[in-house]
């Protein structure tokens, strides 16, 4: 089942192209433009994260933190690539319901998020496609 559930379909090559796409422009600003900052400065973010689950502000970080790091990067190479969309979907979800509070515009608006889980959901049910390590290591579903 594990295999399953990585192993890449058999899309067209604008399919495959498209995901290839998707993921090297949606990780990358992820990781860049999020996770980054907050690996770096962890240590200043943690006392005023956002706690939306209630888990404590520390844990709230480093949950979000794994996410737009380790999960960006691993949907960046197309490596385990469900997972890490599954991961940036729940981040991106409780991001945009708890905190942005479905805003799509104003001071709190949560428009970039809505738009990031939207790429998110779609690598989720798509997977990462054949230009991928899903492909490399899971190897290539013959049935589609």
């Not at 996770?35 to 844990?59: E, I, R, Y």
Request: no cysteine; proline share 4%; hydrophobic share 55%.
């Amino acid at each position: 089942m594990f295999k399953k559930l990585f192993t890449p379909g058999n899309d067209s090559a604008p399919t495959n192209l498209a995901l290839f796409v998707m993921r090297l422009w949606l990780g990358p600003t992820m990781f860049f433009n999020h996770g980054l900052d907050k690996l770096v400065h962890f240590q200043d973010l943690a006392p005023n994260f956002a706690d939306p689950l209630g888990m404590g502000k520390p844990v709230s970080l480093a949950l979000v933190l794994f996410t737009e790091v380790v999960g960006s990067a691993l949907l960046t190479i197309g490596l385990l690539t469900r997972f890490a969309a599954l991961t940036l979907v729940i981040d991106m979800f409780v991001a945009y319901l708890m905190v942005h509070q479905t805003a799509l515009s104003g001071k709190n608006s949560g428009e970039i998020t809505f738009l990031y889980l939207a790429g998110f959901v779609a690598l989720l049910i798509a997977g990462g496609g054949m230009i991928s390590l899903d492909t490399v290591v899971f190897g290539r579903n013959k049935k589609g």
